[in-house]
């Protein structure tokens, strides 16, 4: 058997993830992206520790509007809140809103796209023109008309899965309006996968539909899901942010979004407070563009010859 | 007329495909008419008997594969599988049944295999989804049993292994061993060695003709290559731009050809050690119509040497012309 004399060396699984970090990590931007996001998530998972309980008006710590010094490395707020403080904690806020968001539009991007570039015919037409609505609905104006309407009707009081009932509407509606992008992406790939010999041969080994798109196509879609999760996660900060920034945002929970639109109603531009409005704008800053930096190095890695610029 | 005997059983097949008009005949209501794929095809195969289907590309020969593995419906005809008919079953679970005793081989086994699977796991899916196996164990026999039919050992070495760490050569084994798994009665094998090298084709079609020996396997080989039909055949049957012209028992079709169209074939074979039997009929000239054109009367007429007026216009059916030959040309008695 001449061909079994052929070996190759072993490079399973393993081999392959080492091999795409190799790839991942060769690029300049997702070595920042990752050294950046990795501080903000630190921040984010031990606030407590590192400034303290979250400040309110009662338990304020300092003066009014004090500029940054060595007692409040970024100054104070107009009721004299440590702004570190406030930016720690909102860091939290604003990563678990956007991460969340990012969850509930991928799932929902992946089995639309997925779901009508299988099937095909009617699904498929009447999947993308529901779609092609949400894509062409600009997702802020959307989110901003619903917000209101529906914390209308489920009331503001408690708390859903530890989250303030205004972040958690902010949250689902952030995933209802951004997961279009996500959709057609998955679909053209899925449409260029169904035409593969593996699915003819999944179907006469008698796998069931929802078993081929499971076992077969999602696997072969993780890298462009992931490539353009991360920037969805972008998306989903700014649009977060604006939303909180216009005051759709929790004052009990206060995001980085709430923090700029308190600064702003405060007149901290005009009285000068510019470590106010700044450290949580530099913030979200950071953090969007970790994340566009790290999706463009995934979608560089996995596909080096197409290039999203979203 | 279904005989119990035979495995399986094409009555008059058609597969047709729309074609999408353009705007403008659309509105005027013009029918854009259709790709004859395959155009009334009448085929039987036996138990446990070897059947290649001849053809050059476009001929159809890959979609009658696909009809039989119900990867395609036909929109004519019937297809009996075992004397039921199984031309409108449709549905994975419904189908169930079927897949366990029907299997195909693929041409390109690279795209047939799912890069991210193991080895493993490519074998065990159809024991797996069509419910053969009680535990695990059961399924770890069952693959290394299918892998060593398939040539490939020890089998443990392979089971976590993925594609593109095996040779083509396995990887095709591979695919054999995929669709040995279940034990099936009839295998389709749509050009399973074309993809090959010449030194391995010799050990694949080994593997092929020893399983027919073992377990009575039936195989529907589908190649463009007369003598390698020839080699591993029972019976050849010609196909042309979706309709049988010749069939018969490989050696009758080979060395006894009827049709101008299978001459022409055996005609076009580079043959080692001078032009025996060379000088008949000239090469074939041209290229298959398209499938949406096909020429009135005869459909060969446009390239055939020998075609004179009839051909034109009236389409010849088959005719017996020794036992079990059959032949569709005006010229063949």
Known sequence: MSESTVRYSPRGRAGAIKGFLRRFLGYGGAQVGLVCLMFFLIVAAVPGILVGPLQTAINATGDFLVPPSSQHLLGTDEVGRDVLNLVVHGARISLTIALLATVISLVLGTTIGMTAGYYGGRADVWLMRLTDFFFVMPSFVLALVITPVVLEVMGRGGEILGLRPSLFVIIVVIGMTSWAFVARIVRSQTLSLKERTFIDRARIAGSSNLSIMVRHLLPNLVPQIGANGALVVAGAIYVETSLSFLGLGDPLQPSWGTLLSLAQRAGAASAGAWWCLGAPGVCVLMVSLSFVLIGNALDDTFNPRRRVIP | ?333
């Not at chain 2, 854009?32 to 095809?41: H, P």
Request: charged letters at 20%.
């Open chain 2, 1 to 333: 007329m279904p005989d119990t005997a035979d495995v399986l059983c094409l009555e008059s097949l058609h597969v047709h495909f729309p074609i999408q008009g353009r705007l403008f005949d659309r509105l005027r209501g013009r029918p854009a008419g259709a790709v004859r794929a395959v155009d009334g095809i009448d085929l039987n195969i036996g138990r446990g008997e070897i059947v290649a289907l001849v053809g050059e590309s476009g001929s159809g020969k890959t979609t009658v594969g696909r009809v039989i593995t119900k990867l395609a419906q036909p929109t004519g005809g019937r297809m009996l599988f075992d004397g039921r008919d199984m031309t409108s079953v449709q549905g994975s679970s419904a189908l169930r049944p079927y897949r366990h005793r029907v299997q195909m081989i693929f041409q390109d086994a690279y795209q047939a295999l799912n890069p991210r699977h193991t080895v493993f796991d490519i074998v065990a899916e159809p024991l797996r989804s069509l419910r053969l196996v009680e535990d695990g164990k059961q399924l770890a026999e069952r693959v290394g049993e299918a892998l060593a039919s398939a040539g490939l050992n020890p089998p443990g070495d392979f089971f976590a292994r993925f594609p593109h760490e095996l040779s083509g050569g396995q990887r095709q084994r591979v695919v054999i061993a995929g669709a040995l798994a279940v034990r099936p009665e009839l295998i389709v094998a749509d050009e399973p060695v074309s993809m090959l090298d010449v030194s391995i084709r010799a050990q694949i079609l080994q593997v092929l003709v020893d399983l027919r020996a073992k377990h009575n396997m039936a195989l529907l080989f589908i190649t463009h290559d007369l003598p390698l039909a020839w080699l591993i055949a029972d019976r050849i049957a010609v196909l042309y731009l979706g309709k049988l012209v010749e069939i018969g028992s490989a050696d009758e079709v080979t060395f006894n050809p009827r049709h101008p169209y299978t001459v022409a074939l055996r005609n076009a074979t580079p043959q080692i050690g001078g032009n025996v039997g060379r000088a008949e009929l000239p090469a074939l000239q041209g290229e298959v119509p398209s499938a949406a054109r096909v020429p009135k009367g005869c459909r060969f007429h446009p390239r055939c040497p020998v075609a004179f007026d009839r051909c034109r216009e009236e389409e010849p059916p088959p005719v017996e012309v020794g036992s079990g030959h059959t032949a569709a040309c005006w010229l063949a008695t």
